[in-house]
């Protein structure tokens, strides 16, 4: 007998929906029928949607578990515990946390915690304690003094899967709007004016003095270790050039509708915000996702800061962008990001693959996750 039986599930595979039932033996997907089964033990869905595990390959989330408030430290493996339990809840069985290696402020929780974060998702999965398979996404902000110091002992670590190359300095990439930059920070921080003008030009000035040397310190490790590249907010043709001869795989975030075309037609991932396509604009002031998936230009949908929206983001896309079918959609939250980071054993519902499945019901169109298995077991 198989381990699992689902019946009765509108099944999205790589191409098409299926109306059928998926078996799974030991962790693995070992059949697609169409139709249903009256097995004993088999589970009927009822008619909803049976996707594949959601792939995130960079979520900010973690961090806001071990900070919820400023000022407040959660205890670490609790911390790590709730983050996880919101990432199942999103459909999420694949997580690359994103940590961040090296910041713009140089007080910031985030440096604090970095390694106590990395040590407890190492601890956390070695013990059993989470749910989703979790690995470790570093993202290293180049224009920080030290960020080679902090970046050069996580390159033996087994679990860091992908490393981000970023520059928040005004004026470029993400803010070349500097407008948008005074207004995010100033929000964040509370800043005065005078003390925004301030970090503007301080942040300005270490960009210069240090982006471009370290990202080729960090560029040289990960191609001696063999760690996989993503860009960060390319904005320009020139800055996809120097990704693509930097080794990159995966352009994060593209900031305007030209960069993107270009890291598409050069052969990189591009990947994008699922709130940003939810909400159909960027909180930056940026290229608008909804523009890149209508245009093919889209590949990998992240939650970035809000676990929930990958799942939304998909259903959206299919809905409000025409000519975008259902499992066109679902394959930029699943079988996309599992071949950018390397994963050949999961991203969609096939014989062989893990048993990664997410049952999903529509309520007034919008999606509601129901069940979540991992690996054949059911974890939410």
Not at 11 to 30: L, P
Not at 329 to 352: C, F, L, Q, S, Y
Request: glycine fraction near 8%; charged fraction near 20%; proline fraction near 4%.
């Amino acid at each position: 007998m198989s381990n699992l039986i689902l019946t009765n599930a509108k099944i999205v595979t790589r191409d098409e929906i299926v109306m059928g039932t998926v078996e799974v033996d030991s962790g693995r997907i070992v059949a697609i029928d169409r139709g249903n089964t009256s097995l004993p033990g088999a589970q009927n869905l009822n008619g909803d949607y049976l996707l594949p595990g959601l792939i995130e390959l960079h979520t900010d989330n973690m961090e806001k578990s071990f900070t919820p408030r400023p000022g407040v430290r959660w205890p670490s493996v609790p911390a790590a515990v709730s983050h996880d339990v919101q990432v199942v809840g999103a459909g999420i069985t694949t997580v690359f946390d994103a940590l961040s290696v090296g910041d713009i402020m140089h007080s910031s929780a985030r440096l604090s915690q970095l390694h106590d974060m990395a040590d407890t998702v190492v601890h956390a999965k070695k013990e059993g304690l989470l749910r989703a398979d979790h690995f470790l996404h570093m993202r290293c902000e180049l224009s920080y003094e030290t960020v080679i110091d902090l970046f050069t002992p996580f390159v033996e670590n087994a679990l860091v899967r992908l490393v981000s190359l970023m520059d928040h300095a005004p004026g470029q990439r993400q803010f070349i709007n500097i407008d948008k930059y005074r207004e995010y920070y100033q929000g964040k921080y509370h800043f005065s004016d005078e003390k925004m003008a301030e970090f503007i030009e301080r942040h300005v000035h270490i960009s210069k003095l240090y982006s471009a040397k370290h990202r080729a310190h960090i560029v040289g490790l990960c191609r001696e270790y063999a760690l996989p590249m993503a860009s960060h907010d390319d904005a320009t043709d020139a800055h996809v050039d120097e990704a693509c001869q930097d080794g990159v795989s995966i352009s994060e975030f593209p900031t305007t509708i030209e960069a993107a075309r270009a890291a598409r037609d050069r052969g990189l991932h591009v990947l994008m915000g699922a709130p940003n396509v939810v909400r159909g604009q960027s909180h930056s002031g940026n290229i608008s996702a909804r523009e890149l998936a209508a245009e093919g230009a889209l590949d990998i949908l992240s939650s970035d800061y809000f676990p929930g929206s990958i799942l939304q983001g998909v259903f959206t896309m299919h809905q409000h962008i025409e000519g975008i079918s259902l499992p066109q959609a679902v394959r930029t939250a699943t079988i996309n990001p599992a071949k950018a980071a390397g994963m050949t054993d999961r991203g969609e519902i096939a014989p062989g693959k893990r048993a990664d499945l997410v049952r999903v019901r529509l309520s007034d169109n919008m999606p509601v996750v129901h069940e979540v298995w991992g690996a054949g077991l059911r974890i939410y």
